[in-house]
């Protein structure tokens, strides 16, 4: 015979005993918490002043390198040393703070937690690394400062200011160009205002029946003229060679270093040279051709003419 099934039942005295030890835990849990909390305030207290301490410290230290180093270092040498600075004491005073809070901590546990956390995360962001690192090496050595024109390949423009990850370029056309700082560092890079002048060079010609000498004077002396051409270095105009319409002239000059000073320099130098050419009566050769066909060609007469 299958017994029926007994219901156990729990005694309302035995359930209150439950109820009051679970009260009486949680309670016992939160006086242990409260009486740890208050026995750290003091440590608290301690690592908020080191925090402050570390602030004022960073603030003290960077105000006495930009005075020691500000007038002799680069603008960018000194933002590296600002942010070599910043680094070295707030990664101190949080070391510090750390082990005020938490005794247990020594300063190789947590240095070595600190090293195991930073090769996890360089794992993650290593581009962000990548383009950090070059940003302090470009700050450091590179030779562009704020307001250079530089050219990277098909990029082209003003430098308006290094950051630690990426670089920020003014286009000629106005827009602004966020560059990673990895590109810059690893491709070749033109710094077109390294020096206040630059040389520009441009290829004219006269036909073959011009004196070539003759020629030659009348292109320096209009080029001699220009405003946007400097003084200190006189232009050069030298014989190119026989071109397919006629004698090919190599026209340089030096102007200032920024893109709109050479495009306004090309402008002048170009009207004058053709202008000097019209008025000598040089002709400036452009292509001929000549047809020829294998048959005689019938010229027809208008009767009426």
């Not at 709109?260 to 040089?282: H, I, P, T, W």
């Amino acid at each position: 015979m299958t017994q029926p099934a007994t219901e156990t039942t729990i005694p309302a005295a035995e359930a209150a005993f439950s109820l009051d030890r679970i009260v009486a835990v949680t309670l016992q849990t939160a006086t242990q918490t409260w009486t740890d909390f208050i026995a750290r305030l003091p440590m608290l207290a301690l690592a908020l002043g080191i925090i402050l301490a570390t602030w004022l410290l960073a603030w003290t230290s960077l105000r006495v390198a930009r005075r020691i180093a500000g007038r002799r270092a680069r603008p960018s040498l000194l933002r590296v040393i600002e942010r070599l600075i910043k680094l070295a004491i707030w990664a101190t005073g949080l070391l510090l703070a750390l082990i005020v809070v938490f005794p247990g901590v020594s300063p190789a546990k947590a240095l070595g937690g600190l090293g195991l956390l930073s090769v996890a995360v360089g794992l993650a962001f290593r581009d962000t690394f990548e383009n950090f690192f070059a940003g302090m090496l470009m700050l450091w050595k590179y030779p562009f400062e704020a307001g250079d024109f530089i050219e990277c390949g098909d990029l082209l423009g003003r430098v308006e200011r290094v950051h630690i990850r990426m670089t920020t370029l003014r286009e000629v056309s106005g827009e602004l160009l966020l560059v990673p700082n990895s590109r810059l560092f690893k491709n070749p890079v033109r710094v077109l205002t390294d020096q206040p002048e630059r040389r520009v060079s441009i290829l004219t010609g006269v036909a073959y029946s011009v004196d070539l000498a003759a020629a030659l004077e009348i292109v320096e002396q209009a080029v001699g003229g220009c405003e946007h051409v400097m003084r200190e270095r006189p232009p050069q105009i030298l014989a190119h060679g026989f071109g397919n319409s006629g004698m090919e002239i190599e026209v340089t000059w030096w102007c200032g270093s920024t893109p709109l000073a050479v495009r306004q320099s090309r402008s002048e130098v170009v009207v004058a040279v053709k202008a000097a050419l019209d008025a000598a009566g040089m002709e400036i050769p452009f292509p001929y051709r000549t047809l020829t066909f294998a048959e005689p060609l019938t010229v027809a007469h208008d009767d009426d003419a």
